[in-house]
């Protein structure tokens, strides 16, 4: 790619990115419920002692009493009630861990910004890694920023991102797994592309089961490559 065409498409890059990031926040401060399993991700995070699925009041509406089971009040960056919960789950600890983490920071708040924060993070760094690995694979700059623009802006990825869950974070594993081992298809000799690999590999573990079926699929698609 020669130079003025790649400042071009990482300035029409940075602008897909910026869209994104802006139509996020929006969609972030318009969230006004809590569905599905999304207070069972806020209570095994924040809640001491976790005995069960979380209930919703008989009106079906979250009050405030609801909410203060659900957010940190006297025991801010209480890991060890985080694994406590989680063992009474099937889940990994990472995801609700940052969760708790988020909370600690703002105790006695009721928002859903500190829960969030995180998948808008994971949000933007899949979108990133999305670029690079289409970068690599068709090497044009313009489809590959397309390719990103039709992820960012696709309703379900901007769903997800909404969703209370650890997928979002499962999915930023993903595609930044893929993206090294397509690296390391390009220049196996790199070390550091191992080294970053072990490290999303563990973390990715740690998020959800649903990581180990996709990197078991791209890891055998690599080894094939290189034998």
Known sequence: MKRHNKRNV???LAFVMLVAFVIALYCIYNKTILTIDEP???SESNCRQYYGWFNYPETGWLTKESWNNLIVTDHPFDFANVFYNMSCDNHPVLYHSIIHFMYSLVP???SMWPALIPNLISYMISGLAI????NHLTKNGYASVMITAFYLFNPYIINNMLLIRMYMMTEMFVTVFTLLAVRIVSNNK???NYIFLCIITTCGCLSHYFFYFAMAFISIMVAIYLI
């Open 131 to 134: 670029f690079f690995i289409s």
């Open 190 to 192: 790199n070390i550091w």
């Open 108 to 110: 006695y708040t009721y």
């Open 40 to 42: 069972a991700s806020l």
């Open 10 to 12: 990482y300035i029409l």
